[in-house]
């Protein structure tokens, strides 16, 4: 019996003990993870710190760096072999391959509150004094002075159902100017509502919402050239899950959607161009502790105490806690024709799977287009049967179809074969743009339709038929260096 589809596929990876990391050593406070690359684990021992990066297709490689003996916070480099480790008086740059400091920051004069990599030669730092430093690990750093922000905000946080309700601090380096949001996790997403369309830096966080409970705010950022409209997607959980809390979200570029992790251990996924849930089902049943974008089109993890996919009983001591790393990817074969059943707005998943071209609408297509000719719009069905690459409506009995229909009331212009809707039909199928050519006459349009794809024969019999012998050799003489100075 084959197994039902689903949507998102969750793996699950190995555990730090089998990896030879001592699991009552470690805890979420000793783990970092900057990407989807490597996964780091800090060990301390008396009065000297151990650190594992684990790393590999299945994380199942091991780097040992050991007896450093001050470390403080470790966060590895998103693609080199090169970690930041936060000591006493410096935060330092290390290579893994040589096991030895390569760049140092004083942090003396400037005691981190934060920092991480934010590309593979800078560190983003923040400091008590509110200043923000942007180091660049092979040359000097920038300081930027920071409003509305104060240290002492950390200690007056307000606490929900056990989970901290915080500020976000949104700093333009460029402007030099700061905005303050209520937000309990954000990430920022590279988005583009259509292939034609500009891409837009899209801010994303999480608030309370009193009326739904919770509510996702995007905010377009790009101000000139991208059309995106401000936005709130507002969510709640069912009564069982009254208590359950947004944890973290992570952007993915490749879709336009929004992961979010709950306290529960439950993953919910937006549509950003819809504003609608995709997806809402269990991811783990112990907390996420890390979350980051895995590979291009799914999130990995690390959670605490285990994961309730595994189909089978974990032997563990209460006195340690186990962390397992998890991945959720989009199962791009699968994921609409999940969509398909489990959600009632039919033109959001067809909408959804235009943008991202994602096989599986075929049937929610081929129904929306005899819908369209059953109301008479003819034409929006043509549009439809032209924009939609698919086998059963790009067809020249599709064409045969919408030319002999008998219009109706709403459709008061006749729908003909023209220049133009050939114009349209040749950047998705050729034939169909043929065929539509040479029912409107445009022979010429027709012969470079046959010449493209070298079928000599009956490009001869139209240029014999309704051309000069002269303008069909010039046309496909012109077809053909054309597609050599491609080559």
């Not at 959980?237 to 944890?247: A, E, K, L, N, S």
């Not at 996924?269 to 269990?282: K, R, W």
């Not at 996420?288 to 895995?294: F, M, P, Q």
Request: with cysteine; charged share 20%; hydrophobic share 40%.
């Amino acid at each position: 019996m084959k197994p039902i589809p689903e949507p998102i596929k969750i793996q699950i990876f190995g555990k730090p003990k089998n990896l030879g990391i001592d699991a009552s050593k470690i805890d979420c406070s000793t783990v970092s993870l900057q990407s989807d690359k490597y996964v780091c684990f800090r060990e301390q021992i008396d009065r000297f710190t151990h650190i594992y990066v684990v790393y590999g297709e299945k994380y199942s490689a091991v780097c040992r760096l050991k007896n450093l003996t001050s470390c403080e916070f470790a966060v590895m480099n998103p693609s080199l072999q090169l970690i930041a480790i936060l000591g006493d008086e410096n935060l330092e740059v290390w290579d893994l391959q040589t096991e030895s400091p390569k760049r140092y920051f004083d942090t003396a004069n400037h005691p981190v509150i934060f920092y991480k990599w934010i590309d593979i030669n800078n560190i983003l730092i923040l400091t008590h004094q509110r200043m923000l430093i942007s180091w660049n690990i092979g040359e000097n750093y920038e300081l930027f002075k920071l409003q509305h922000f104060r240290h002492s905000d950390r200690q007056q946080m307000r606490m929900v159902s056990d989970y901290f309700t915080s500020m976000m601090l949104l700093y333009n380096v460029h402007q030099q100017k700061t905005e303050v949001y209520s937000a309990v996790t954000a990430c920022f997403l590279h988005f583009k509502p259509n292939a034609n369309a500009k891409p837009c830096t899209l801010l994303c966080f999480v608030g309370r919402d009193s009326f739904y409970g919770w509510m996702i705010h995007i905010e377009n950022l790009s101000k000139h050239g991208c059309s995106f409209v401000k936005k709130a997607i507002s969510f709640s959980f069912p009564q069982r899950r009254r208590d359950d809390f947004p944890v973290a979200m992570q952007a993915n570029d490749k879709y336009g959607i929004l992961f979010v992790i709950t306290s529960h251990g439950y993953l919910h996924v937006f549509d950003v161009n819809d504003s609608i849930c995709l997806y809402e089902g269990m991811f783990t049943s112990f907390p996420v502790v890390l979350l980051t974008a895995y590979k291009d089109s799914g999130i990995v993890c690390v959670n605490e105490m285990g994961c309730v996919n595994i189909e089978r009983k974990l032997d563990f001591s209460f006195r340690c806690i186990l962390l397992f790393i998890v991945t959720a990817v989009i199962d791009e074969e699968e994921i609409i024709s999940c969509l398909s059943i489990s959600l009632k707005n039919k033109s959001a998943v067809m909408k959804f799977a235009r943008r991202c071209n994602l096989p599986g609408a075929e049937g929610l297509f081929s129904w929306e287009f005899w819908d369209l000719c059953n109301n008479g719009e003819y034409y929006r069905a043509a549009e439809l049967a032209a924009i939609i690459h698919m086998d059963t409506l790009a067809t020249a009995r599709i064409i045969e179809y919408l030319h002999s229909v008998k219009l109706g009331k709403k459709e008061p212009n006749p729908l003909c074969c023209s220049e133009q809707l050939g114009d349209m039909l040749k950047k998705y199928d050729n034939i169909l743009a043929w065929s539509a050519y040479l029912r409107a006459g445009s022979y010429s349009k027709a012969i470079e339709c046959l010449a493209e794809k070298y079928q000599l024969n009956s490009a001869d019999l139209i240029g014999d038929k309704n051309c000069t012998k002269e303008d069909y050799i010039s046309i496909f003489q012109q077809i053909v260096n054309n597609q050599k100075s491609q080559m």
